[in-house]
Structures are given as C-alpha cells and as structure tokens.
C-alpha cells in the first residue's frame, strides 16, 4: 500500500538510482501541492514566484521539460535503467511508449484504456499541455506525462499521473480557463467510475517491476549446457557524449 511522500524525497530517491545506474522502478503517492521545474527553467522567474506566493513548494527536477503541478494524490513514477539495456536504444527520446508502458498497463488493469501519444503543443510552459515529448491520454485528455534524465550510464525516465485536477493553480499560472482545462485535462478522479490513486499506484508497482525484471537475466544453473547454442546478440551500443556537452534532458 503506498503512503503519501513529499515530491522532493521522491526525486532525491530517483536521482539517488540514477547514480546507482543499475535497473529499478520506483512508485509514489505524492502529497501537495507543488510545481517542479524543468532542469533549464528558470527558478526565480515570474512562474515559480507566483507559485511560491500560492503556497506551492518550488522544486526542481534533474529532468527536462517545463513545469509540472502536483497535487495531493498524484501518482508519481520513475524508471532506472542502465544505458546499455537494449530497452533504451537509440531512439530513447521518442521511445515514451515503449519506457512508459507499465503506466498503460496499470491503466488497462483497472479496464481504462490509456495511450502515450505525440504532445498536444497547446500551452508553451505547462509539461502536459506543452510541444515536447509525449503525453498519457484517456478519451482524448491528458491524465499524464514523462521526462528523461540521460547520463554516460543510466537513463532515468520518470512520469506523473493526475489524481485530481487543482484548478486554481492553472488559472492562475498558466491563464488556463476551465473550458480549456475540461478540453485539454482529465484526472483518475475524472474517470467513470473514477479510479483510486493508491489502488492505481499499486497495480503501476507491480507492472513496473514486472518491466525491470524482463531485462535482469536469470542465473545460469550448474547443469546448463550453452554448447551448440547461437552466441547472443548484444544490445545497441552506448551513446556517448561529445567531450564537454552536458547530460541530455528530455521532456
């Protein structure tokens, strides 16, 4: 059963399995309210002061994108994997259905259909409503997103899903109406019937460590014989980075 968390406590344990760079999943239920911030958005300008000013705790992420609200309720997810895994590949930036698939099955389990598809590039600094990356929807509104941290060695590809719409926060940071936050938006408390976030987490829990152990090879017994067998095939080699660029953020 998943217990509320802060969002910072979450991103220092994610951040913590990046470094680590070997394959993990991690799932939580957030408390609120906050708004985190891009790694190249600017933490002193008008946006994160106006949040401030709301209440809101400004944080900052290690990954791509710009802001993000999180409201008491929100499921939190994050995904570690290491840079080698063939699960990444080359195309990791447009690889958010593939990364992200445990959140459509968790969706499934619980008889909603989701599906990651290209950003709706309606709002410029909101992450869910913005022109990069790609989006979670159910009947055609956003109910979650994903960002990506990239290093020499790992990728970590974390993701959020609404639990209940905070209105006020996207009108006032983002000039959103609530029609246009009825067109673009919906929550796991906007389905019919509405889905429980904790029960929600958990079938994400179970779906994700479920991915992270299809790429963990089983131990060789003593009695197994390779002999005869096709040599295996290695995975895509790592991207490297060109001397002095920094770390690839995606959103």
């Given at each position: 059963?998943?217990?509320?968390?802060?969002?910072?406590?979450?991103?220092?344990?994610?951040?913590?399995?990046?470094?680590?760079?070997?394959?993990?999943?991690?799932?939580?239920?957030l408390e609120g309210p906050a708004i985190s911030l891009g790694a190249a958005t600017d933490r002193s300008g008008a946006l994160a002061a106006t949040a401030a000013s709301m209440g809101l705790a400004v944080i900052?992420?290690?990954t791509g994108g710009e802001a993000v609200v999180h409201?008491?309720?929100?499921?939190?997810?994050s995904l570690v994997l290491p840079r080698h895994d063939p699960r990444v590949g080359h195309d990791f930036t447009r690889a958010y259905g593939r990364l992200?698939?445990?959140?459509?099955?968790?969706?499934?389990?619980?008889?909603?259909?989701?599906?990651?598809?290209?950003?709706?590039?309606?709002?410029?600094?909101?992450?869910?409503?913005g022109p990069r990356g790609s989006?979670?929807?159910?009947?055609?509104?956003?109910?979650?997103?994903?960002?990506?941290?990239?290093?020499r060695s790992a990728i970590l590809h974390h993701g959020i899903i609404t639990g209940a719409l905070d209105r006020a926060p996207l009108r006032a940071l983002f000039a959103l109406t609530d029609g246009e936050i009825d067109r673009h938006l919906t929550s796991?408390?906007?389905?019919?019937?509405?889905?429980?976030?904790?029960?929600?987490?958990d079938r994400l829990?179970?779906?994700?460590?479920?991915?992270?152990?299809?790429?963990?090879?089983?131990p060789a017994r003593a009695t197994d014989s390779t002999e005869g067998e096709p040599p295996a095939t290695a995975g895509p080699p790592p991207l490297r980075p060109r001397p002095g660029s920094p770390p690839n953020r995606r959103s």
């Amino acid at each position: 059963m998943l217990e509320p968390q802060p969002l910072e406590s979450f991103l220092q344990a994610e951040r913590a399995a990046l470094a680590d760079a070997r394959p993990a999943a991690h799932v939580a239920l957030l408390e609120g309210p906050a708004i985190s911030l891009g790694a190249a958005t600017d933490r002193s300008g008008a946006l994160a002061a106006t949040a401030a000013s709301m209440g809101l705790a400004v944080i900052r992420r290690s990954t791509g994108g710009e802001a993000v609200v999180h409201g008491a309720g929100d499921v939190a997810w994050s995904l570690v994997l290491p840079r080698h895994d063939p699960r990444v590949g080359h195309d990791f930036t447009r690889a958010y259905g593939r990364l992200g698939r445990a959140a459509a099955e968790a969706f499934r389990a619980m008889h909603v259909e989701a599906t990651w598809v290209a950003p709706l590039a309606v709002h410029p600094s909101l992450c869910l409503l913005g022109p990069r990356g790609s989006v979670l929807v159910v009947d055609h509104r956003v109910i979650g997103g994903a960002a990506q941290h990239l290093t020499r060695s790992a990728i970590l590809h974390h993701g959020i899903i609404t639990g209940a719409l905070d209105r006020a926060p996207l009108r006032a940071l983002f000039a959103l109406t609530d029609g246009e936050i009825d067109r673009h938006l919906t929550s796991l408390a906007d389905l019919r019937p509405p889905v429980d976030a904790r029960a929600f987490g958990d079938r994400l829990a179970v779906a994700l460590d479920r991915f992270v152990a299809e790429g963990i090879p089983a131990p060789a017994r003593a009695t197994d014989s390779t002999e005869g067998e096709p040599p295996a095939t290695a995975g895509p080699p790592p991207l490297r980075p060109r001397p002095g660029s920094p770390p690839n953020r995606r959103s």
